[in-house]
């Protein structure tokens, strides 16, 4: 079955999206991200999202409710490289993740993890 | 219905030069020449005259987009088409054609004052061929003038959302003019590709030049910012005059956790500061 790679980075987890995301691939990424939380107990997670082009509501919700996962976890989450189009269409569904803490690039979303771990 | 008879083309054709004298003249009295050169003006009506005659010639018939009539619309097409350019309206491009009947029913009428039934018959002929033929000139007039408007809106689109770099990582959006839901979209696309084509982190959206903030421009601006946010950008509005400042109070708009700076100065001064970058006077 097709599944996303978690990449381990000492006290972080690296999470790319490289193709696109279906619903059953979304659900199985929310699984297996909190169950590699707990087994690792990561303090960050950077989500790249730069090469996901087309979202839809259930994939927008997909990255709000994977990013609120990890924050109960007590990992702290940020979003990287979303495409201005798929910005647009999130904004236009109405969906502003809210919470979610974003950057634009993965070496800046590295720093702001540091940062953000450094300050708890 | 009968067809058009060759008397009438051949009256037409040997009072050729006096009607297209009659019609110049007639089109000059209407008003219908202005902007337009008299050498231009004389050689339209005489080349329109050399083709209807000949498309006659060819027993065309009524229908205009016939293949034979080819060479007479393009003409019809061409001219409306300069017309729109020369800012003619319908009326004046309409009757190019329309005043051509004057004469030509005159002309008619004195070749068949003994028959009046052949007379009202080859009227009614000549009638349909040039209302056909005006109808299809106001319609490419028409499709000209639509396709100059529409490239102007293109142009005003273009022009209004300049997106131009203040400093290393600063970027910023002068917005002119009224936001609508079309522009704000230009605008929030150009800007959003700007972000992520510099890599800079801090957008400034400076509506100093936007006379009016209601319900609908604030949504479109909370919006922009919420895409800016997404993209891992940070975005300060600035220019808030104390107008649109009250509007927005009055109006109970929240502009929640916007960043709003009176003038871009202050707004660049706040960006600057969060690049952890100092300006100050060289000694």
């Not at chain 1, 696109?20 to 960050?44: C, F, N, P, V, Y």
Request: proline share 2%.
């Amino acid at each position: 079955m097709e599944r996303i790679p978690i990449l381990q980075m000492g006290d972080f987890l690296l999470v790319t999206i490289q193709v696109d995301m279906h619903d059953q691939l979304a659900l199985t990424l929310q699984d297996d991200l909190s169950e590699r939380i707990s087994k690792t107990s990561a303090r960050g997670v950077l989500i790249d999202i730069s090469a996901l082009d087309m979202v839809d509501s259930f994939i927008g919700r997909m990255i709000g409710t994977i990013s609120g996962l990890s924050k109960i976890m007590d990992a702290q989450t940020v979003l990287v490289g979303m495409q201005p189009a798929v910005a647009i269409t999130l904004v236009e569904l109405g969906m502003t993740l809210p919470g979610v803490s974003t950057a634009l690039n993965v070496e800046r979303g590295m720093k702001l993890l540091h940062e953000r771990v450094r300050e708890q | 219905m009968a067809a058009l008879q060759s008397s009438t083309l051949d009256a037409m054709k040997k009072n050729q030069v006096q009607l297209v004298a009659e019609w110049t003249n007639s089109l000059e009295a209407s008003g219908a020449t202005r902007n337009l050169k008299d050498h231009d003006l004389k050689q339209q009506t005489s080349e329109f005259f050399e083709l209807i005659t000949s498309g006659l010639d060819h027993g065309n018939g009524q229908n205009i987009a016939a293949p034979g009539w080819d060479e007479i619309r393009q003409f019809l097409e061409k001219l409306s088409h300069s017309r729109a350019l020369l800012g003619h309206d319908s009326q004046q491009t309409a009757s190019f054609i329309f005043a051509l009947k004057g004469p030509l029913f005159s002309l008619l009428q004195k070749q068949y004052k003994d028959d009046p039934a052949l007379l009202a018959e080859q009227l009614w002929e000549i009638s349909e061929l040039l209302d056909a033929l005006g109808m299809h000139t106001i319609h490419t007039f028409q499709k000209s003038r639509e396709a100059v408007i529409k490239r102007q809106q293109e142009e005003l689109l273009e022009l209004s959302t300049p997106v131009v770099k203040l400093w290393d990582g600063v970027l910023a959006l002068p917005m002119i003019g009224t936001l609508d839901s079309q522009r704000t979209q230009v605008v929030m696309e150009s800007l959003l590709q700007r972000i992520v084509d510099t890599g800079s982190e801090i957008a400034i959206i400076d509506i100093t030049g936007v006379p009016t903030v209601d319900t609908l421009v604030a949504q479109h601006l909370l919006k922009t910012v919420t895409a800016i946010r997404l993209m891992g950008a940070d975005c300060i509005i600035s220019g808030v005059r104390p107008q649109i400042a009250q509007t927005i109070v009055h109006l109970g708009l929240d502009l929640q956790g916007v960043v709003t700076k009176a003038n871009l100065a202050d707004a660049l001064k706040l960006a600057l500061t969060r690049l952890g970058l100092t300006v100050s006077k060289a000694v």
